[in-house]
């Protein structure tokens, strides 16, 4: 462990308690629906029960006499509003509009066609049952082979075909040289399932139009409140300054809430048609069926092998089945490319290239939820690994270190260039950790009892803190900043402003430590400001691990400016130099001579009462202080190991133990960073064994509510271990990388490992999550099959 403690005067790295959990805790924390504003009315929804379908004709008449009902909106009835768009475009990406209520047709079951606004919501619901939407109904697209095959229905007539994204790219090194020259080629195909972030709070909209100021105020879930304003100002014909978001406590997010929906645009435009504030929150069928889903892919993999088990090259194809619609502000492609940028993982490999393919289906769009992409790719190519090390009767440990990349900065083949990291070190510490050995013993005495017991390993390299170069080698253009300001009032107190928004990350607690150290200032005089546009600097939003960078940075440039002043004026206060002038706990002091002090507090009155103001320049703010930062990214690394038990007779999965050893840098907070370790490797596990929203040919959503769409609980997760090195980011401020998506992405190939482990009498090789019980069962059956005809023949 690397827990430092806070009376070695730092409060960055050490365990400090968080200051937002007694108001969460306590039941006392606002959260969207907590809001009730005067006059409000609320929306419902009508959505289409069919996968595809033109519409014919919609008959609000009788919705529309309902007691209570204000009104009753198609699209007709909206025009000028939206579409919406997704951003950043490449060359090989078709771009994609969306409207906001169906037009014309209908592309996946739970697509909104009309809004009721009522006095309340069970009206608004009541009123929706009597909208009457005659469909023809169109053959569905199910599975992105089936959009792809010759003669399949065009889903969108813009775009010419269903193929909305194909990529394609050579590394560095001769491919087709390493494959000829290899003693062993091993492949794998693999579909990863669909799955939903499913946060315990759901969606939602509330909006209020100022007929007076031509304002708008808009209270919102998201992740991201000023891309969003950016995003939805457009549709709505509004300036960004007519706009205000206003985003409460949130619930969980994973990515979810970091795109924009229709609902987003649709809230404000009947807010502003009828004059009165809109409220929406989405119930859980919604959640399930019209929010944005995530990871569907078909992944092939393969990898050469020189007779030595030296890996040569490596050759990827994606399919990924990205539903009716690019999810603004992504492009369709981000899983399928994101799949195949992480191919090469830590294995020193010379040779790459890819195929990444993004398809339209008559599905639910596909967003991002956190590892976007890397969770497949990451279990394909661990499965790959394990599944060579089988064919050439190595073990997979050994296997694995003999072709790690050095801990030094590393260029892969396929384009990311890593930081550096622990790359050796974490997954020995994970073997360690997890008892590797002792296991292995112990599976030999179980198995002649009939227990099957398995083990596997899942070592991993992600990028974090999405930036320019993260960017720019997933091929989106430019740079990106962010910006934070920080204000010291007259008594002292520090308000710290980021546009970067918690849904659980604790940025009250994390942010709060970083402005204290820099400033010199006690953690419990400051408070962070977030969550409106109104009042906090703009921020691109809090997704793909950007916190921890994006605010180290913008926060931390902010408290080094203010803290230079502070010196200057405590200097001139004790008629000392700036440079002898120390800040700790909320006093300057002469260096050496503690007892010549003044307070934050007194500095400030000297600023604002006492004529300090002179000692600064007042051009750029004495107490005021902005920074902006544009991070690059940076890539954390570490390695999640699993043992499971398998019941061969009923093919029960029982998760026995998971350790994760976590490299994210200089750790802002062990406690936060064990947390969300805990979080992500919860939904890993649910990734790989449980979850799963699936459709039928016709298009139709059987995993409609949570009696099917199955997710973990505490009887499903162990006890999680976390280990902890810290290898500090070059060139960001601090030394910060992020973690919030590693054990999501890590996780379910531990998992799958473990189980193909424990049945490898059985010959069982994973070809898909998630696993259930009934397809092991299958699996182990045929596994016995194959022994059987052996043994026979």
């Not at 929150?281 to 990871?295: G, P, Q």
């Not at 409106?532 to 921020?539: F, G, L, N």
């Not at 926060?555 to 206060?573: C, F, H, T, V």
């Not at 064994?689 to 997760?717: C, F, K, Q, R, T």
Request: charged share 20%; net charge negative.
């Amino acid at each position: 462990m690397t827990d430092k403690d806070i009376s070695a005067g730092r409060y960055v790295g050490a365990r400090v308690a968080r200051s937002e959990d007694p108001r969460l805790m306590r039941g006392q924390a606002r959260f969207l629906d907590d809001v009730e504003l005067p006059r409000m009315l609320h929306a419902a929804f009508v959505r289409s029960p069919l996968a595809h379908a033109r519409l014919l004709s919609i008959d609000v008449e009788a919705a529309q006499q309902v007691p209570g009902v204000v009104g009753v909106f198609t699209l007709e009835d909206l025009a000028g509003v939206g579409p919406i768009h997704a951003i950043g475009p490449r060359p090989e990406v078709k771009s994609m509009a969306r409207a906001v209520l169906a037009d014309g047709k209908v592309r996946f079951v739970g697509e909104a066609v009309a809004v009721v606004v009522a006095s309340s919501r069970y009206i608004a619901e009541d009123a929706c049952e009597l909208v009457e939407v005659e469909y023809e109904e169109l053959t569905a697209i199910s599975s992105a082979k089936l959009g792809i095959m010759p003669g399949a229905e065009v889903l969108d007539e813009a775009m010419g075909d269903n193929h909305i994204s194909h990529i394609e790219r050579t590394g560095g090194g001769d491919v087709e040289q390493a494959f000829s020259e290899a003693e062993h080629v091993v492949g794998i195909s693999f579909h990863h399932g669909r799955v939903g972030a499913l946060p315990l709070e759901t969606r939602g909209v509330i909006a209020d139009w100022d007929q007076g100021t031509s304002t708008m105020r808009i209270w919102n879930s998201t992740q991201m409140p000023h891309l969003l304003r950016a995003l939805i100002a457009g549709p709505l014909g509004l300036a960004e300054t007519r706009l205000e978001i206003l985003v409460p406590a949130v619930g969980g997010a994973f990515g979810l809430k970091a795109s924009v929906y229709p609902e987003d645009v649709v809230i404000p435009a009947v807010s502003r048609l009828i004059g009165r504030p809109v409220k929406w929150i989405e119930d859980r069928y919604e959640n399930l069926a019209a929010s944005s889903h995530a990871k569907e892919m078909d992944m092939e993999m393969e990898i050469a092998v020189a007779p030595d088990g030296k890996f040569l090259g490596m050759r990827a194809k994606t399919l990924s089945d990205s539903g009716a619609y690019s999810m603004p502000p992504f492009q369709a492609h981000h899983e399928s490319l994101g799949a195949v940028n992480c191919m090469t993982g830590t294995y020193d490999i010379a040779a790459a290239s890819y195929v990444a393919d993004a398809v339209l289906t008559n599905k639910a769009p596909l967003g991002v939820y956190r590892g976007v992409g890397w969770t497949a790719g990451q279990t394909v190519r661990e499965l790959l690994v394990d599944k060579v090390a089988r064919t050439i009767g190595r073990d997979p440990i050994e296997l694995r270190l003999q072709n790690c990349i050095p801990d030094e900065p590393y260029n892969s083949v396929i384009g990311p260039r890593y930081d550096g990291g622990s790359y050796r070190r974490a997954l020995e510490m994970a073997t360690a950790m997890v008892d590797y050995v002792g296991i292995r013993d112990r599976q030999v005495e179980q198995r002649q009892r009939g227990r099957y017991v398995g083990v596997g390993v899942s070592p991993y390299v992600e990028p974090t803190g999405f930036g320019a170069r993260i960017g720019n080698e997933l091929g989106y253009p430019g740079k990106y900043y962010d910006t934070a300001s920080i204000s010291i009032q007259v008594d002292g107190s520090i308000y710290v402003m980021t546009g970067l928004h918690s849904q659980g990350q604790s940025h009250e607690t994390t942010f709060a430590q970083l402005a204290a150290d820099g400033l010199g200032a006690r953690i419990e005089d400051i408070r962070i400001i977030q969550g409106d546009t109104k009042s906090t600097p703009y921020s691109g939003g809090t997704y793909a691990s950007r916190s921890a960078l994006i605010g180290g940075a913008t926060i931390g440039r902010a408290a080094a400016e203010m803290k230079g002043r502070l010196r200057a004026l405590a200097a001139d206060m004790l008629e000392a130099s700036a440079e002898d002038i120390e800040i700790s706990r909320g006093k300057a002091f002469v260096r050496g001579a503690p007892s010549q002090s003044k307070s934050i507090a007194e500095i400030s009155a000297y600023v604002h009462f006492g004529g300090g103001s002179s000692i600064v320049n007042l051009d750029e703010g004495a107490l005021s202080v902005s920074s902006s930062a544009a991070p690059d990214g940076s890539y954390s690394n570490g390695c999640v190991a699993a043992v499971v038990e398998v019941d061969i007779d009923t093919g029960k999965v029982h998760v026995e133990k998971v350790v994760s050893v976590e490299d994210c840098g200089v750790m802002l907070n062990p406690m936060v960073v064990e947390g969300q370790v805990a979080g992500a490797i919860a939904q890993g596990i649910g990734d790989a064994l449980l979850e799963e929203h699936s459709y039928n040919e016709d298009g139709v959503l059987m995993s409609a509510s949570l009696l099917d769409y199955l997710y973990p609980s505490s009887m499903e997760v162990p006890d999680i271990v976390v280990g902890h090195i810290e290898t500090p980011a070059p060139g960001g401020h601090g030394g910060f990388k992020g973690l919030g998506e590693a054990g999501t992405i890590a996780t379910p190939a531990a998992v799958l490992n473990a189980i193909t482990d424990a049945l490898s009498p059985f010959g069982v090789q994973l070809d898909s999550t998630p696993v259930g019980p009934s397809k092991l069962l299958g699996l182990i059956e045929d596994g016995r099959r194959v022994q059987n005809d052996v043994t026979l023949n």
